[in-house]
């Protein structure tokens, strides 16, 4: 269903509404019930074509009541009414992040944070900083750094990588595991290593990799599903720990991440994957009222769990609209930066590797026969032009299986790299590009050294060649990959614009209208959701974010000056700017997870 369609489709409802809205006005004076909330004085992008612009907003309850000019909206302030001048200010629909691991952005908050590091030797500073106040044996986590973003290569590496050794060294009671931006490779120490028994001998597992030196002793870098080895030993230490100890952890995770989220002006956040017993407690937070942004979540777990629960685990709208689980993630390949993702011709600067199947296609498909059977969306993960050709060939034949089904609207998360035969697939076949702009600028240092000048003019990022085959394309950051941050990607997707001045394919670049729309009504599209969420219509859920300046209409560079002044759910205002300023960062090198 494209973009086109959906409009034609929503406007008699949009319109409708209109009119009751103007009849129950009787003109600009007549007596209506007042609003609880009133915004006034702006500029309203509304997504909506009956109305594309306002200048106020009445809200009742959780719903949009009005949408209109000053003088049009007067009539609904009341003595009980709180009113917020915009002062011209801009107000657009709430936000979405089409593409984020929610509890990961709590969990960044609660380990070591390199995604700003410059170097190894500041990560084993920082990490020899933390040994010094930890128990003995206690795991030392981190997340968030890249050996593309450093400012000198390791001495000694392999393929750029540091060995473990200065590493071990500063850390030798802990076992010490830092996760690669992507969320694709981990760093593990010796003592990591020894407790997860991986020596010389240790054999790669299916879909992953043990990088070794030339003396075949593993560096500590592991790739893909070879971290699950050192994962799996952090989890039996966790075990140890009091179901009360756990518990209390994971309630932090949410509660950080809930704070982080709406300061970024985030209204609903779509969950690239968590387990059974995450969206057990996301419900019991949805059930008491605790949540305070929508959760749209992706369901991860193997394919045996899926078969026996997953029919006990649909839900719509729960808590006030506030939890709805009706997807499946699966990831069919790693990540670019990492040479994890997989590809249809080796990679340019490592001509043994064609990357990595971290999912073996047959288990994907029977991922999708369960999706289907019980009317769950089917979103994989994929990087590299072989694991969206492979992707595409699982979701086509799914479809082809139930003909009279027509509205599937699955999705291929990240869709970086794309053969050009395959770019019209998605048009053709209704697949969703769950993209996020700021990885194109973010990976771009590193991406022509993989791929090569022809792929990378071909397929890399093609927002344009996808829109103009009718794709729907969604946005976000990948967070914690990236900062949730919306604004960085949104300039992203509309400049192509890297940290040095450069531009990376410019031609590629959406319109700043297109950049909007996905984040807000084709994001909506992409989780079902177009009909409560996404546009600014009478009806539809108050979800608002107000930023500082036009991103619409500013130069391009004063984009990333713009600020989160309001996040709005459900008509109340979850987060305002504090009085002091704040310095965004402008990210650098990261990639998707």
């Given at each position: 269903?494209?973009?086109?369609?959906?409009?034609?489709?929503?406007?008699?409802?949009?319109?409708?509404?209109?009119?009751?809205?103007?009849?129950?006005?009787?003109?600009?004076?007549?007596?209506?019930?007042?609003?609880?909330?009133?915004?006034?004085?702006?500029?309203?992008?509304?997504?909506?074509?009956?109305?594309?612009?306002?200048?106020?907003?009445?809200?009742?309850?959780?719903?949009?009541?009005?949408?209109?000019?000053?003088?049009?909206?007067?009539?609904?302030?009341?003595?009980?009414?709180?009113?917020?001048?915009?002062?011209?200010?801009?107000?657009?629909?709430?936000?979405?992040?089409?593409?984020?691991?929610?509890?990961?952005?709590?969990?960044?908050?609660?380990?070591?944070?390199?995604?700003?590091?410059?170097?190894?030797?500041?990560?084993?500073?920082?990490?020899?900083?933390?040994?010094?106040?930890?128990?003995?044996?206690?795991?030392?986590?981190?997340?968030?750094?890249?050996?593309?973003?450093?400012?000198?290569?390791?001495?000694?590496?392999?393929?750029?990588?540091?060995?473990?050794?200065?590493?071990?060294?500063?850390?030798?009671?802990?076992?010490?595991?830092?996760?690669?931006?992507s969320g694709h490779a981990t760093f593990a120490n010796a003592k990591a290593m020894e407790v997860a028994g991986i020596t010389r001998t240790t054999p790669n597992p299916p879909g992953g990799e043990i990088l070794k030196d030339s003396r075949g002793n593993p560096i500590g870098l592991l790739r893909e599903t070879a971290s699950g080895l050192?994962?799996?030993?952090?989890?039996?230490?966790?075990?140890?720990?009091?179901?009360?100890?756990?518990?209390?952890?994971?309630?932090?995770?949410?509660?950080?991440?809930?704070?982080?989220?709406?300061?970024?002006?985030?209204?609903?956040?779509?969950?690239?994957?968590?387990?059974?017993?995450?969206?057990?407690?996301?419900?019991?937070?949805?059930?008491?009222?605790?949540?305070?942004?929508?959760?749209?979540?992706?369901?991860?777990?193997?394919?045996?769990?899926?078969?026996?629960?997953?029919?006990?685990?649909?839900?719509?709208?729960?808590?006030?609209?506030?939890?709805?689980?009706?997807?499946?993630?699966?990831?069919?390949?790693?990540?670019?930066?990492?040479?994890?993702?997989?590809?249809?011709?080796?990679?340019?600067?490592?001509?043994?590797?064609?990357?990595?199947?971290?999912?073996?296609?047959?288990?994907?498909?029977?991922?999708?026969?369960?999706?289907?059977?019980?009317?769950?969306?089917?979103?994989?993960?994929?990087?590299?032009?072989?694991?969206?050709?492979?992707?595409?060939?699982?979701?086509?034949?799914?479809?082809?299986?139930?003909?009279?089904?027509?509205?599937?609207?699955?999705?291929?998360?990240?869709?970086?790299?794309?053969?050009?035969?395959?770019?019209?697939?998605?048009?053709?076949?209704?697949?969703?590009?769950?993209?996020?702009?700021?990885?194109?600028?973010?990976?771009?240092?590193?991406?022509?050294?993989?791929?090569?000048?022809?792929?990378?003019?071909?397929?890399?990022?093609?927002?344009?060649?996808?829109?103009?085959?009718?794709?729907?394309?969604?946005?976000?950051?990948?967070?914690?990959?990236?900062?949730?941050?919306?604004?960085?990607?949104?300039?992203?997707?509309?400049?192509?614009?890297?940290?040095?001045?450069?531009?990376?394919?410019?031609?590629?670049?959406?319109?700043?209208?297109?950049?909007?729309?996905?984040?807000?009504?084709?994001?909506?599209?992409?989780?079902f959701e177009e009909s409560i969420k996404g546009s600014l219509v009478p009806g539809k859920l108050a979800d608002i974010t107000v930023l500082s300046r036009d991103i619409l209409t500013?130069?391009?560079?004063?984009?990333?000056?713009?600020?989160?002044?309001?996040?709005?759910?459900?008509?109340?205002?979850?987060?305002?700017?504090?009085?002091?300023?704040?310095?965004?960062?402008?990210?650098?090198?990261?990639?998707?997870?």
């Amino acid at each position: 269903m494209t973009h086109r369609r959906l409009s034609f489709v929503a406007r008699p409802f949009c319109t409708a509404a209109l009119v009751l809205t103007t009849l129950t006005c009787g003109g600009y004076g007549a007596k209506v019930d007042p609003a609880d909330l009133v915004l006034r004085n702006g500029k309203v992008v509304t997504m909506d074509n009956a109305r594309p612009e306002a200048q106020a907003i009445a809200v009742r309850a959780d719903s949009i009541a009005a949408v209109g000019t000053n003088d049009e909206i007067q009539p609904y302030v009341g003595e009980a009414t709180k009113v917020i001048d915009l002062a011209g200010q801009l107000a657009v629909p709430g936000l979405i992040e089409s593409h984020g691991h929610f509890t990961g952005v709590g969990q960044m908050k609660m380990n070591l944070n390199l995604m700003n590091v410059k170097s190894w030797d500041e990560i084993v500073a920082m990490v020899g900083e933390a040994a010094a106040k930890a128990k003995p044996g206690a795991f030392i986590l981190g997340r968030g750094w890249h050996q593309e973003k450093w400012d000198k290569i390791p001495t000694p590496n392999v393929e750029g990588f540091p060995t473990h050794d200065a590493l071990s060294k500063v850390s030798p009671n802990n076992p010490v595991l830092l996760t690669h931006a992507s969320g694709h490779a981990t760093f593990a120490n010796a003592k990591a290593m020894e407790v997860a028994g991986i020596t010389r001998t240790t054999p790669n597992p299916p879909g992953g990799e043990i990088l070794k030196d030339s003396r075949g002793n593993p560096i500590g870098l592991l790739r893909e599903t070879a971290s699950g080895l050192v994962r799996k030993a952090l989890s039996d230490a966790r075990a140890k720990r009091t179901p009360e100890q756990l518990l209390a952890d994971a309630r932090r995770e949410i509660d950080l991440a809930m704070d982080e989220v709406l300061s970024k002006g985030i209204t609903s956040f779509q969950d690239a994957g968590s387990p059974f017993d995450t969206i057990d407690l996301l419900k019991e937070y949805a059930q008491q009222g605790k949540l305070r942004h929508r959760l749209w979540v992706m369901v991860r777990v193997p394919n045996d769990d899926l078969a026996k629960q997953l029919a006990n685990y649909r839900i719509i709208d729960m808590g006030d609209k506030h939890l709805t689980v009706r997807a499946i993630k699966k990831a069919m390949d790693g990540a670019l930066g990492s040479r994890g993702a997989w590809l249809l011709e080796p990679y340019s600067d490592l001509p043994g590797s064609t990357g990595l199947n971290t999912t073996p296609v047959d288990e994907i498909q029977e991922t999708a026969r369960l999706a289907a059977q019980h009317d769950f969306q089917l979103c994989v993960h994929a990087i590299g032009d072989r694991a969206n050709r492979e992707t595409l060939n699982v979701f086509e034949a799914t479809f082809k299986a139930s003909p009279n089904r027509k509205d599937w609207r699955w999705r291929i998360e990240h869709a970086q790299h794309l053969n050009a035969s395959d770019i019209p697939r998605f048009g053709q076949l209704g697949v969703i590009a769950a993209m996020q702009g700021i990885h194109c600028t973010s990976d771009a240092p590193f991406v022509t050294a993989r791929l090569g000048e022809k792929r990378a003019a071909e397929g890399a990022y093609v927002w344009r060649k996808l829109l103009d085959s009718k794709a729907t394309i969604i946005n976000g950051t990948d967070a914690p990959v990236e900062d949730v941050d919306p604004i960085p990607s949104f300039y992203a997707s509309v400049t192509r614009k890297l940290k040095d001045g450069s531009l990376f394919y410019p031609d590629q670049a959406m319109t700043r209208m297109e950049a909007l729309r996905s984040y807000t009504l084709s994001a909506a599209y992409g989780a079902f959701e177009e009909s409560i969420k996404g546009s600014l219509v009478p009806g539809k859920l108050a979800d608002i974010t107000v930023l500082s300046r036009d991103i619409l209409t500013v130069p391009d560079d004063d984009i990333l000056k713009a600020k989160v002044v309001h996040t709005i759910v459900g008509g109340k205002v979850m987060y305002t700017r504090p009085p002091q300023t704040t310095t965004r960062r402008v990210s650098g090198t990261r990639e998707a997870g």
